[in-house]
């Protein structure tokens, strides 16, 4: 059997929970749908290079500027990867104000939210 002490805990984070777990599961699903759909980009190379990415990191498009080819292919690759990872921060970011806007358990979603939206200069 539980001890009181136990039982007080249990009830304190229940409390923590949303009272309508399916309105919730909805919300988050819809939050989650939008993030992960919407199109973030970046510029680099003095806007040369342009870069989208949806909320979960996938790479939309690239686009060069013509003036950019004429760069060396070191300098428009660092350009391309800059602007790529421009991107996906800002999907990061995005998903990451969302999740953190929900509370579950007392805790933000975002801590249950799989690593890959996670930002790597927290780890």
């Given at each position: ?44 190379a003095d806007g ?76």
């Amino acid at each position: 059997m539980f001890e009181r002490s136990s039982q007080e805990q249990l009830r304190a984070a229940l409390n923590y929970l949303p009272g309508d777990l399916g309105a919730f599961q909805e919300c988050l699903r819809d939050s989650l749908h939008k993030a992960a759909s919407a199109e973030y980009t970046s510029s680099a190379a003095d806007g040369a290079v342009d870069a989208s990415c949806n909320g979960l990191g996938a790479l939309i498009s690239i686009r060069i500027h013509p003036t950019a080819r004429r760069e060396d292919n070191l300098t428009l690759g660092d350009a391309v990867a800059q602007a790529e990872r421009g991107a996906e921060d800002a999907g990061r970011r995005a998903v990451q104000e969302r999740m953190g806007s929900h509370i579950f358990g007392g805790r933000p979603l975002i801590a249950f939210v799989p690593t890959v939206f996670n930002d790597p200069a927290d780890s």
